[in-house]
């Protein structure tokens, strides 16, 4: 990744993979209909559109863009257990790409009744897998599986206590995807374990404009 490239890897210039057509996933399709239709006045107008699109696109589906190469990454680590799992939309695609994957949200869409303000997830209003109701102390129950956590929420401990209560327990390997960066997802203390695990992998994705979002797999 080149400092002077200000786009080094986004998803204007992913080449899509024929595997990509092999499962259901919406997101990449509405993400490449924009590029495409935007794209003849120029890749900084399919920018543009996609970044103002953006936080529709996330509520909808997911906070991040799965793609082949990323989904067959992290099905190599299959079985997965994947902590504030949002809608549920990227444990679908990992399912669908031949992944074992549970899924935890401490407040999975569609779960709590409309009036109850403080159960509700304000995020996501549609469930594409099974999103079980858990807290991120719930990765201490499956060390035998690989914790997966996507956007874990920034300034916030969730992604901190997933992944110690998981190593306390035995768990082995770790995935995150996001920006790298104590100020986009998690805390420091996150980012301090983190980075008391061996690198197994640390790629940058094509992810949304601007982003420089990277899967990040570390462990034994």
Known sequence: MHADNPHPIDITVYQPDPRDGEIENPLLREVRDIID???G?????????????????KSRYAFAIPTAESLERIARHSPLVEIAAGSGYWAMCLAAYGADIIAYDLFPPGEAD??????????FRKTFH????????????????????????????VAFRAL????????????????????????????????????IERIPIHGWPGLNEELFICGG
């Open 37 to 39: 239709r935007f794209s």
């Open 41 to 57: 006045g120029g890749m900084e107008k399919a920018r543009m559109m996609l970044s103002f699109e953006r936080d529709s696109l």
């Open 114 to 123: 409309i009036t109850d303000i403080s159960g509700r997830n304000w995020l």
């Open 130 to 157: 099974t999103v079980r109701k858990g807290d991120e102390t719930i990765a201490a129950q499956h060390p035998d599986r690989s914790l997966f956590l996507c956007w874990p929420p920034p300034d916030s401990p």
């Open 164 to 199: 110690e209560s998981y190593l306390s327990a035995g768990g082995k390997t770790a995935i995150v995807i996001g920006h790298m960066k104590p100020i986009s997802m998690g805390d420091p203390s996150f980012y301090q374990l983190l980075g008391t695990l061996p690198v």
